[in-house]
């Protein structure tokens, strides 16, 4: 494996690859480094060897903070054990993106992993080198679906957990989490407050938090998520990419991702503009990069985007940094766009997303309607959660029409509804077929 060390992304500064976070010389936080040299020794045989590799995330297990290889009974196919995370769908959005007025727009669909959101990336690395440095118990500080995806491979791996959230939860993301067997503990409080609280415990108890004290493994899990649309788009780079904000984590990661394969030679061309996408109720990154600030000043959160409810976000000044280098920018949009985007990208996708993929699609939305997107550029839209788990959203913004079984009061209740598919929507099917649907 390439991984060689931990360094501080502020000083510099040098650590062993333990269970530690913070610089002891700063204060700044730890990040994997590794010998790309090695790695990209022979651009060739790494790519055949990424596209010949299982059909999940361990198929990048090169930029993997891991010693022992993707963790496995014979200490290599990860595939075998735990949950299989990744390789998402990629989907070609012609709809959406003609109704936005673009040319070419991608979904990435990481709804689709096992616990239905992205953060079974973060998870599957934290809880494989928590294995590795020996920890009994995986624990985290959660704005929900990390609690999700915690559970869950815990229980694939056979260890214990302890999942810590804001008491306010949506009702679906905890049921789906304590089916687990995890022990659920809910904080009165925000979810800056049951972070503040994980990182006293994770003091005191030699649990592996998987966001906590092996943050800097746990982080390099989104990086896959930047490899996989660059192999899914025939290893080529996006133009730009729109992806939500709460911590920083996941922003800062896909951007480390394409520069890495670009750096190592799997990759061509220019860096792709990162647009940021968070929630005017809790805005903290997108505040300060309006006021062209370079710390972000916390918030209390008011958001039915619960998942990116961060305050207090860990990674903002280097959000704001990326923001600010790749030609992006970040914005902050309001619940009742949100609920519209929700709607945008289930009525011309089929996808259902949670609040936080509303809000990304929120963010496209506008920046295509303030024309501040080229036509033809070639844009991803990273949609990071599901909408079962966020049901709310959604309730009251249709009607279910009741009626009795009798076809005279169906014929009432359609009444003056399309009876039939335009020859629009059958994709120029010749207009004979039309009636026969
Ligand atoms: C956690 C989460 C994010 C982003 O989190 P970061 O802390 O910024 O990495 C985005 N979407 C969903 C659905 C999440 O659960």
């Not at 333990?18 to 990040?31: D, I, K, S, T, W």
């Not at 000044?317 to 289930?346: C, F, H, K, M, N």
Request: contains cysteine; charged residues 25%; aromatic residues 6%.
């Amino acid at each position: 494996m390439a991984v060689t060390h931990l360094q501080c992304k502020a000083c510099k500064a040098e650590y062993p690859l333990e269970a530690r976070y913070v610089c002891e010389r700063c204060f700044g936080p730890l990040e994997a480094a590794y010998d790309y040299e090695k790695i990209g020794r022979d651009v060739g045989e790494l790519r055949r060897r990424i596209q010949g590799g299982p059909q999940n995330m361990w198929r990048y297990a090169d930029f993997l903070p891991l010693v022992s290889g993707p963790p496995g009974p014979s200490g290599r196919l990860a595939s075998r054990v735990g949950l299989p995370t990744g390789c998402t769908p990629l989907i070609r959005a012609d709809r959406l993106a003609k109704r936005l007025g673009l040319r070419e727009v991608w979904v990435k669909n990481d709804a689709a992993n096992p616990t239905h959101s992205f953060k079974d990336r973060v998870v599957s690395v934290a809880a494989a080198r928590a294995r590795e440095l020996g920890f009994e118990v995986l624990a985290c500080a959660s704005t929900g679906n990390l609690a999700n995806s915690v559970a869950a491979h815990a229980a694939a791996l056979g260890l214990d957990s302890y999942v810590l959230i804001p008491a306010d939860l949506e009702e679906q993301k905890v049921l789906a989490t304590g089916v687990y067997g995890t022990k659920v503990i809910a904080i009165d409080g925000n979810y800056d407050d049951v972070n503040r609280l994980c990182t006293e415990i994770s003091a005191e108890r030699d649990w592996a938090f998987v966001n906590i004290n092996l943050r800097p493994y746990y982080a390099e899990g989104s990086k896959t998520l930047a490899y996989e649309i660059a192999e899914q788009l025939g290893f080529e780079l996006p133009d730009r990419v729109v992806a939500p904000i709460a911590s920083g984590s996941l922003y800062t990661k896909l951007a480390k991702g394409f520069s890495e394969w670009r750096e190592i030679g799997l990759l061509q061309g220019d860096l792709p503009r990162m647009n940021g996408a968070q929630a005017e109720g809790c805005a903290p990154v997108a505040n300060a990069y309006a006021a062209g600030e370079q710390v972000c000043r916390p918030v209390k959160p008011q958001t039915i985007a619960k998942s990116l409810a961060i305050g207090s976000p860990a990674d903002g000044p280097y959000a704001l940094d990326l923001a600010r280098e790749s030609g992006g920018g970040i914005d902050a949009v309001s619940d009742d766009e949100i609920r519209d985007g929700i709607a945008l990208l289930a009525q011309t996708t089929g996808i259902f997303t949670e609040t936080a993929g509303g809000v990304s699609t929120a963010v496209l939305s506008r920046l295509a309607q303030a024309g501040d997107i080229d036509p033809d550029e070639r844009v991803v839209l990273v949609i990071t959660g599901e909408g079962l788990k966020t049901l709310d959203a959604v309730r009251g913004t249709f009607e279910t029409t009741v009626i009795a079984p009798s076809f005279e009061e169906f014929e009432a209740a359609t009444e003056g509804l399309p009876q039939q598919r335009s020859s629009d929507s059958l994709g120029g099917a010749p207009a004979a077929l039309a009636g026969r649907s």
